[in-house]
């Protein structure tokens, strides 16, 4: 069946660190990918989507890139901050399908 | 405008009553799905409503699990004879028909079954 995977946690950076976050999907057929962000205290909220091949989604400084080549979808950013502190969970929503099938979530932490 | 809501936030349960977990969409959302949280199985998909269209329920972990929607907003889970493995939390969220690929989600029922 369709699946996600990503890097485990916890990751620790600092302040102004590049952060990437490794996410690699199972899935039939074109499945949407989405990264989904859960901060201390609050709800998952949608961080950033692509929907097709080669699209890169991007938000508050963080870019991820649909690869059907390598069935990844990866987030980056270039200068982290202490407030990026959360877990982030990638996601795909299988073709056809309006459910999300999520990874495990990677907690981050970024220190002053 | 008002988010998608849960209630109650906390819930402490005794194994084997049953429990309702209610969720109130964003207005206007037509679509509406339950997702469970839990430290050994991650986020997983429990049931999918779309409009007055029959539900998607191939993720109910068994049939204790039943949800219903009526009138096409306000949506209640119920878990009967609940065990220790119960023990998660249940998310909600919503999204438009049209964009249903953006789900605007709760801040969830802790679900404790002692």
């Known amino acids: 069946g369709d699946s996600v995977t990503q890097m485990e946690g916890p990751v620790t950076l600092s302040e102004e660190a590049f952060l990437t976050i490794n996410c690699t999907y199972t899935?039939?057929?074109?499945?949407?990918l989405f990264w989904y962000v859960q901060y201390p205290g609050e709800g998952l909220q949608l961080l950033l989507k692509?929907?097709?091949?080669?699209d890169k989604g991007s938000n508050k400084g963080f870019e991820a890139t649909y690869r059907k080549e390598t069935t990844s979808f990866h987030l980056e950013k270039g200068s982290v901050q202490v407030s990026d502190s959360a877990v982030y969970f990638c996601?795909?929503?299988?073709?056809?399908?309006?459910?999300?099938?999520f990874g495990q979530g990677t907690r981050l932490t970024i220190n002053p | 405008g008002a988010g998608v809501s849960q209630s109650p936030s906390n819930k402490v349960t005794e194994k084997g009553k049953d429990v309702e977990l209610r969720c109130d969409p964003i207005?206007?959302?037509?679509?509406l799905y339950w997702y469970r949280q839990s430290l050994g199985q991650g986020l997983e998909f429990l049931i999918y409503?779309?409009?007055?269209?029959?539900?998607?329920k191939s993720g109910l972990p068994s049939d204790r699990f039943s949800a219903e929607r009526t009138g096409g907003s306000v949506s209640t889970l119920t878990i009967q004879r609940t065990q220790q493995e119960d023990s998660a939390v249940y998310l909600c969220?919503?999204?438009?028909?049209?964009?249903?690929?953006?789900?605007?989600f709760g801040p969830g029922t802790r679900l404790t079954v002692t």
């Open positions: 969220a919503s999204s438009l028909e049209k964009s249903s690929y953006e789900q605007y």
């Open positions: 692509a929907t097709k091949a080669d």
């Open positions: 207005s206007g959302h037509t679509a």
């Open positions: 899935a039939t057929g074109y499945p949407s």
């Open positions: 996601a795909l929503s299988p073709s056809g399908a309006q459910k999300l099938v």
């Open positions: 409503f779309q409009g007055n269209s029959a539900p998607d």
